[in-house]
């Protein structure tokens, strides 16, 4: 397997984790990013009504993203 290959099919791992962690516990997602703004940027960060609607699509979008990438290694392992 390439370099390139290996590289990818980490990416799609941690894209899949990061989407399924999106997808279980966006509650828990929102109250870290809200830490963050909190800490990092000084900066209040009010959820809306639709954040943990957001925050389980971003985790649907990483999902797709780690199936693509490890698709991708597939492609090029195959050459």
């Given at each position: 397997?390439?370099?390139?290959?290996?590289?990818?099919?980490?990416?799609?791992?941690?894209?899949?984790?990061?989407?399924?962690?999106?997808?279980?516990?966006?509650?828990?997602i929102v109250r870290a990013?809200?830490?963050?703004?909190?800490r990092v940027l000084a900066?209040?960060?009010?959820?809306?009504?639709?954040?943990?609607?957001?925050?389980?699509?971003?985790?649907?979008?990483?999902?797709?993203?780690?199936?693509?990438?490890?698709?991708?290694?597939?492609?090029?392992?195959?050459?």
């Amino acid at each position: 397997m390439t370099r390139l290959a290996t590289l990818l099919r980490l990416s799609a791992v941690s894209n899949v984790l990061s989407g399924v962690a999106h997808l279980l516990a966006p509650g828990l997602i929102v109250r870290a990013a809200q830490t963050g703004y909190d800490r990092v940027l000084a900066v209040d960060f009010e959820p809306r009504e639709n954040t943990t609607r957001r925050v389980r699509l971003l985790g649907v979008l990483s999902l797709l993203a780690g199936w693509l990438l490890w698709r991708a290694a597939d492609a090029i392992a195959e050459d």
